[in-house]
C-alpha cells in the first residue's frame, strides 16, 4: 500500500499529537507515518477510533504445547464495513531499530457484535476516518525484545539516559 496518506498536528504542551488517517490509508503504516512526521520513536497510542474497510487481527488461542498454554493464530481477516470503537496501543524501536507499533483494538460490523485483537500491518485500511492521539514518552526507551519468559517477542522498557544508555525502568 503505497497511498499513505496523513494529517496532524502537534501540541506545544509536552508532546502530544493528535492526527487523522485519511481513507484507503493502512492503520499501522499510517500510524506510523505520523510518529516520523512528528519525531516520535517511543509513546503510547492513548485512542484510536474510525471506521475500517475491513480488518486483519490477530487474537490467541488456547495451546497446550506452548510455555503459557495459548499461541496467536494466523491473522483472521473480518469484512466490513466495520466500526473502530476504540484502539490503544505503544510505540517503540523493533530489534533491528526501526519503528515498531503494537496496537490493539475493538471493532463492531453491520450485525453489531464486538470483537477485537492485535492488528496486522498492511490489512486495516481506512475507510472513511480514523482518529488517534499519541503521547510520545522522551525518557523511557521502548524496545521490542524476546522474552525468555514467554517466548514471544514483547515490548520492554527502560529508562534512558543521557548517553543513549539505558537502565531498566
Not at 38 to 66: F, Q
Not at 71 to 94: N, T
Not at 98 to 108: A, N
Not at 148 to 155: A, M, V, W
Amino acid at each position: 500500500m503505497d497511498n499513505v496518506r496523513t494529517q496532524s498536528v502537534q501540541s506545544k504542551k509536552g508532546k502530544s499529537v493528535i492526527g487523522r488517517l485519511l481513507p484507503g490509508t493502512d492503520l499501522i503504516k499510517g500510524i506510523e507515518k505520523i510518529c516520523q512526521e512528528n519525531r516520535i520513536d517511543r509513546g503510547t497510542i492513548i485512542t484510536v477510533i474510525g471506521s475500517l474497510v475491513h480488518a486483519e487481527i490477530g487474537y490467541v488461542i488456547p495451546d497446550k504445547n506452548t510455555r503459557l498454554g495459548v499461541k496467536y493464530v494466523e491473522p483472521v481477516r473480518v469484512e466490513g464495513p466495520l466500526e473502530l470503537l476504540s484502539g490503544q496501543g505503544m510505540i517503540g524501536q523493533a530489534n533491528d531499530g526501526k519503528l515498531s507499533i503494537h496496537l490493539h483494538g475493538l471493532m463492531s460490523g453491520p450485525d453489531m457484535k464486538v470483537f477485537g485483537g492485535h492488528f496486522v500491518e498492511n490489512g486495516n485500511p481506512t475507510l472513511a476516518t480514523v482518529e488517534i492521539m499519541t503521547q510520545e514518552n522522551p525518557d523511557i526507551q521502548m524496545l521490542r525484545e524476546h522474552d525468555e519468559e514467554t517466548g514471544f517477542t514483547l515490548f520492554n522498557f527502560y529508562q534512558k539516559q543521557r548517553g543513549g544508555n539505558h537502565d531498566p525502568a
